[in-house]
């Protein structure tokens, strides 16, 4: 299997992930289903997009393609039919199980796009500098989330919840070594696991940087 093609997988599990997060945040926020949708398209294709735009590749790749953005759309118009029909989904019992969803897909969301950013950094030329391929790895795995928070009027995520983009650094960080000794595939694979882990530890364990309370 060429690189190409399993760099569209990852894409399409990681933007089917990420529009479900957001969609859920959207209906959580009580938005109409044009809002949830319009949430779960943002946090899916949005850190792709400040990606592109850093790297002078404009239009950015989602106008293009516009497949990441139905993808989204579909996903996050599936994700509130079902809790539109079954409400008490969203209560008592329930809520748990609502919770370790968005976890779960959170963090694949995080580790799939964060190796994508280094990735798409990778193909443009920019194989031998580190920062920016850890940069565009981080952008492209938390740019997304933080307009989804910035829309929906709560604290961006990964400012004040958990270790999130401290995972996402780590991944990059990884995949850009790994590309380096082993190959692509090897880096992209390893490195999202890699995330991914770190991201659903942190959050089950309630891991958490430093912070003043006051």
């Not at 894409?11 to 319009?38: H, N, Q, W, Y």
């Not at 997009?49 to 516009?66: A, E, K, S, W």
């Not at 959170?106 to 940069?135: C, H, K, P, R, W």
């Not at 770190?198 to 309370?213: D, V």
Request: glycine residues 10%; proline residues 3%; hydrophobic residues 55%.
């Amino acid at each position: 299997m060429e690189i190409q093609d399993i760099t569209f997988i990852l894409e399409i599990l990681g933007t089917i992930a990420f529009a479900a997060s957001g969609a859920m945040v959207g209906i959580k926020r009580k938005m109409d289903i044009f809002g949830v949708c319009v949430l779960g398209v943002v946090t899916a294709v949005g850190g792709g997009m400040t990606r592109d735009i850093i790297l002078g590749v404009t239009p950015p790749t989602v106008f293009l393609q516009p497949s990441y953005a139905l993808v989204a759309m579909i996903t996050s118009c599936v994700v509130f039919l079902i809790l539109y029909l079954k409400k008490e989904l969203l209560e008592g019992n329930f809520k748990v199980v609502y919770d370790h969803i968005m976890l779960v897909m959170d963090s694949i969301g995080l580790g799939i796009f964060t190796v994508v950013g280094v990735n798409a950094g990778i193909l443009q030329g920019y194989a031998e500098e580190t920062f920016f391929l850890v940069f565009l790895g981080t952008i492209t795995g938390v740019g997304g989330g933080l307009l989804r928070d910035m829309m929906a009027g709560v604290p961006p995520y990964i400012f004040v919840r958990h270790i999130y983009a401290c995972a996402s650094i780590v991944g990059a960080i990884t995949c850009v070594y790994m590309y380096r000794y082993f190959g692509a595939v090897e880096a992209m694979v390893v490195s999202s696991a890699v995330i991914i882990l770190i991201r659903y530890l942190a959050a089950h364990y309630h891991w958490n940087l430093p912070r003043l309370n006051f």
